[in-house]
């Protein structure tokens, strides 16, 4: 599975648009880019995942680069409860479908 | 839905003893997944079942962790004997596999602690 790379930690300030960036150089045509969250003592919680496409849900905007080497996660209005760890993870199509975790970017939101 | 249930919440066991985690996946998933958090290894995957079958389990540890899915509403993670370098938290996921780009569902793990 192709690496990510995540900055370690990142504030935010509360009402403000959160963007959290990950780089994947080395994905392939079939990997998708998932984003994963997990709130402190919980179990990590999907938010979106995209291929090649920019994808948008209730939670979340994924903007992912034209040559697919990296991508933007944008939270539109952070609140308190969104602080958590942000995980990117690149995962084939048919791999067993199990997610690889990396370390993750630490997000706190700041009233 | 009430989402991937594990029990117990909260284990405290003394080494030796033998413990087992418990999962009910989401109704109409046909993948499970287990999956261990600790602050050194960050999380990682155990094993995985595809239709009650175990597919990968290159993840679980040594010959003392066992795992099992002999329906399709239920799972165990056993651990015999258990070790003090097991505490963490367990965690069972569940998806729906048809091939594409499935989304996993975690459930609110179970923190195991040995002595």
């Known amino acids: 599975d192709a690496k990510t790379t995540q900055p370690t930690s990142m504030d935010c300030a509360e009402g403000r648009a959160a963007n959290l960036p990950c780089n994947h150089s080395?994905?392939?045509?079939?990997?998708?880019v998932y984003w994963y969250r997990q709130i402190h003592s919980q179990g990590p919680q999907y938010i979106i995942h995209?291929?090649?496409n920019n994808e948008t849900n209730e939670m979340a905007s994924l903007i992912i680069t034209e040559d697919r080497k990296s991508s933007t996660l944008i939270l539109p209005h952070a609140t308190l409860r969104d602080t958590a760890v942000y995980y990117c993870?690149?995962?084939?199509?048919?791999?067993?479908?199990?997610?690889?975790f990396g370390g993750g970017t630490r997000v706190l939101v700041k009233p | 839905d009430a989402g991937v249930i594990q029990s117990p919440r909260h284990e405290v066991t003394e080494m030796g003893q033998e413990v087992t985690l418990r999962c009910k996946p989401i109704?109409?998933?046909?993948?499970l997944f287990w999956y261990r958090q600790t602050m050194m290894r960050g999380l990682e995957l155990l094993i995985y079942f595809n239709n009650n079958v175990p597919i990968d389990d290159s993840g679980m540890p040594e010959d003392r962790f066992s795992a099992k899915m002999p329906n399709a509403s239920f799972s165990t993670l056993k651990i015999q004997p258990s070790e003090p370098r097991d505490s963490a938290v367990y965690f069972c996921a569940s998806s729906f596999d048809s091939g594409g780009a499935d989304t996993q569902y975690f459930g609110p793990g179970t923190r195991l602690t040995v002595l």
């Open positions: 080395t994905i392939s045509g079939n990997e998708y």
């Open positions: 993870i690149v995962r084939p199509k048919a791999a067993g479908n199990k997610l690889t």
């Open positions: 995209g291929l090649k």
């Open positions: 109704s109409g998933h046909n993948s």
